[in-house]
């Protein structure tokens, strides 16, 4: 298994960008795909879009055409305004995604309080994406896969030409090459939810994995060190895929 933790292009098409959320920087990433349009997969927190909008740029990436937000945490779309905004001086706009169940929680200022660091914001005119969609980028296909657990409404998102897979925070944090830790959030997490997406993508064809928040922010190719501690810390949990070695 190997990962990448450094910003920067991780295959022909997506860049890691290091959002520095809370200015520690090798923790958190969004994600740049680059087809014919320009995809953004999350957006970070408001304060650290500012930064955000000045690395795209400087990427000759900004505005995104599009962004799709993993789930409706703080962390993940906060950041969804002020990157609008900055698409809006520029006479542009940004079409944001989400999945369906994620909607009224986005449009929810209070959604996240129970996080402190707000005060939040609504974010609405959200498209809708479900289980099975595709999003063409043109010469990129990107599936969605409905994958909750770690919070309602997160989805996954496949880039079929790179078989690489964005999670956002359904797996959890690999806060080491040897630690990997279950994404609880009290708030929103759920269990039953989280084992089934766990097996869901066991079943899904990628070669490469993408995380959202964790000390390494990578994108990693799956192995035993990713299913061993989901295996110990979650009560009953059982796979359908033998763990790998290596
Ligand atoms: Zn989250």
């Not at 609504?122 to 809708?128: E, N, R, Y």
């Not at 999670?167 to 090459?177: E, F, N, R, T, Y």
């Not at 190719?221 to 790998?244: E, L, V």
Request: charged share 20%; glycine share 10%.
């Amino acid at each position: 298994m190997s990962a990448i933790r450094q910003p920067g292009k991780i295959n022909e098409n997506t860049t890691l960008v290091d959002n520095g959320m809370e200015d520690v920087h090798g923790m958190t990433a969004v994600f740049l795909i680059q087809g014919d349009r320009k995809c953004l997969i999350d957006a970070g927190t408001r304060t650290a879009a500012p930064r955000l909008v000045k690395m795209l740029s400087e990427l000759d990436a900004f505005p995104p055409a599009l962004i799709v937000v993993t789930h409706p945490h703080w962390d993940h779309a906060q950041g969804i305004p002020l990157l609008r905004q900055a698409a809006s001086r520029q006479g542009k706009q940004i079409e944001v995604l989400a999945s369906g169940a994620a909607i009224p929680l986005l449009a929810d200022a209070a959604f996240n309080d129970v996080f402190s660091g707000g005060p939040y914001e609504s974010i609405q005119a959200v498209t809708p994406v479900k289980e099975g969609d595709t999003i063409d980028l043109g010469g990129i296909a990107l599936r969605i896969y409905e994958v909750p657990g770690h919070c309602r409404g997160h989805i996954a998102i496949l880039d079929e030409k790179n078989s690489n897979i964005f999670v956002g925070d359904a797996l959890g944090d690999k806060v080491s090459d040897d630690i990997f830790l279950p994404p609880f959030m009290p708030s929103t997490w759920g269990p039953d939810a989280f084992l089934c997406s766990v097996n869901k993508l066991r079943q899904v064809p990628y070669e490469t994995l993408c995380l959202a928040i964790s000390a390494t922010s990578t994108g990693v190719k799956p192995g035993a060190s990713w299913t061993k501690p989901w295996k110990r810390a979650t009560p009953g949990g059982s796979f359908t895929r033998g763990t790998q070695t290596g």
